[in-house]
């Protein structure tokens, strides 16, 4: 009996003793999950994954937002190291647009893991489209005194979420309420750019985006006149999207606050 115990011991105590194989890894170089580029371009990533089995396969698939996936990739590889240098042509296109590429790496074990890189697309030349008379009240008065930059609605800030808010006019409705304060602040967090020179009849997206990116940010804009060019962005701060610029087209400030008003346009 006493043997039969020792050597059940022994077959625990090999099984406890055996090691574990490391897992199924991959990593991408640089750590970047978004890219913004221009058709035609190339993105070079280094992909490195490492197994404890053998490895099989690594596969990149390629997804445009609304279409199906198509395989880019799909190599057999071996041993339990990977190291591959992918370079990525950004399709050619006339519009804005988004990718994402799906990487995976698998082993002969069964195990695989994959990671995501999303390309988004602006064509330099793409033309931004301009929707005329907004119109957006005092605070003061009854009015819409907010707006919402991505749906191109006025909005009541006091029944609205904050974070749709893209500016607010600022006008004191309990101090001097009858005079518009030509002053706007962004509940949700947008920057202002005032630029007089922004050739905004001929704007494009590159256009906006590189005068938007190279001027000074403001939580707020004041001193708002008509004739004026306002560049502002909404959205994810890390993706190159959601720019507009505001041409203010009137200012009306009326013995009554009710209709006190700015009217602009916006082109994004």
């Known amino acids: ?123 330099n030349n793409l033309l931004l489209v301009e929707t005329a008379g907004h119109e957006m009240f005092s605070h003061a008065s009854t009015g819409y005194d907010a707006y919402d930059f991505a749906t191109g609605q006025p909005l009541h800030s006091e029944s609205s979420d904050s974070s749709v808010m893209n500016i607010i006019d600022m006008t004191n409705d309990t101090i001097n309420p009858n005079t518009l304060l030509n002053k706007w602040s962004s509940p949700a967090g947008n920057k202002f750019v005032r630029f007089i020179d922004f050739d905004y009849a001929n704007a494009t997206f590159t256009m906006l985006r590189n005068s938007y990116n190279s001027g000074i940010k403001n939580s707020f804009i004041e001193n708002i006149s008509s004739g004026d060019i306002i560049l502002s962005k909404i959205g994810n701060p890390l993706i190159d999207t959601g720019y507009v610029a505001i041409k203010i087209v009137l200012i009306i400030d009326e013995d009554s606050t009710q209709l006190d008003r700015y009217i602009f346009n916006l082109k994004k």
């Open 1 to 123: 009996m006493r043997s039969y115990l020792l050597i059940i011991f022994a077959i625990l105590f090999s099984f406890s003793c055996k090691k574990e194989k490391d897992p199924l890894l991959i990593f991408l170089h640089p750590a970047i999950s978004v890219y913004n580029a221009n058709p035609d371009d190339v993105i070079r990533i280094e992909v490195t994954g490492s197994s404890g089995y053998e490895l099989k396969k690594l596969k990149i698939n390629q997804r445009k937002v609304n279409s199906l996936s198509t395989t880019i990739l799909d190599s057999a590889i071996s041993g339990n190291n990977l190291s591959y240098t992918l370079e990525y042509k950004v399709p050619a296109g006339n519009d804005t647009t988004q990718y994402v590429l799906e990487i995976m790496l698998f082993d002969d074990s069964g195990n695989k893991t994959s990671i995501g890189v999303s390309v988004f697309v602006y064509p």
